[in-house]
């Protein structure tokens, strides 16, 4: 299977400081995206690590991968109240997506 | 900006009901995904759709299925609705074949009673 598993499940945070959750997956991939849901609404997506990359950055989000633990990071640095929200990875090596049941994010103003 | 639009963001249907949930895109993209979701266990992939009248199950497709008459259009039927399908559900799409950014919709608050 490809799914992802989050962990860990929750985080609380406060303002200002730095989030880091983690993925880990069993099979081969292609690449690994990073996504955000606000609570009930559809996931957005964040980011994408192709399997030949290390590390990619997009503003204050940094994803590193490691493929030979089978393994991925996402950081967000300077967190704030609006990136409280659910974080799912979603490892690909086919056509079919298989999220985990993410980490639940609570940043503290 | 890619659009996934699912036709109803809250619904109440009666046990025993056949219920369709439509979802739209408009970026001619190949592949399209429903999925439920419940309070600790994540997005569960029902049914996908690489292909215009083309399907696959998924990890749950017992009480469902689906219809991709268009390119653009994937339906989700629930030929005979049970309270257990009680959920949240999301469409996404994404442009194929493999390895791109999904997009979803705003899904599907579907309550069966």
């Known amino acids: 299977s490809q799914q992802g598993e989050e962990d860990p499940q929750a985080l609380s945070i406060q303002e200002g400081e730095n989030a880091t959750m983690n993925c880990s997956y069993k099979?081969?991939?292609?690449?690994l995206q990073w996504y955000r849901q606000n609570s009930g609404r559809g996931l957005v997506h964040l980011i994408l690590i192709r399997s030949n990359e290390r590390e990619k950055h997009s503003g204050r989000l940094r994803v590193t991968l490691d493929t030979s633990k089978k393994s991925s990071s996402l950081l967000i640095t300077a967190s704030r109240a609006a990136d409280t929200a659910s974080y799912f990875c979603?490892?690909?090596?086919?056509?079919?997506?298989?999220f985990g049941t993410g980490t639940r994010l609570k940043v503290l103003a | 900006d890619v659009k996934v639009t699912q036709s109803s963001r809250y619904l109440v249907k009666r046990t025993g009901e056949k219920v369709f949930l439509e979802c739209v895109q408009d970026?001619?993209?190949?592949?399209m995904f429903w999925y439920r979701q419940d309070p600790g266990l994540g997005l569960r992939l029902i049914y996908f759709s690489y292909d215009v009248k083309m399907k696959e199950k998924g990890d749950i497709p017992e009480g469902y299925s689906v219809s991709r008459e268009k390119k653009e259009r994937f339906s989700l039927i629930l030929e005979s609705a049970s309270t257990n399908q009680t959920s949240m559900y999301l469409c996404a799409s994404d442009p194929g074949p493999t390895g791109n950014t999904i997009y979803f919709g705003e899904g599907s608050w579907l309550t069966v009673v």
């Open positions: 970026m001619d993209h190949e592949n």
């Open positions: 979603a490892p690909s090596g086919t056509y079919k997506y298989i």
């Open positions: 099979t081969s991939i292609n690449n």
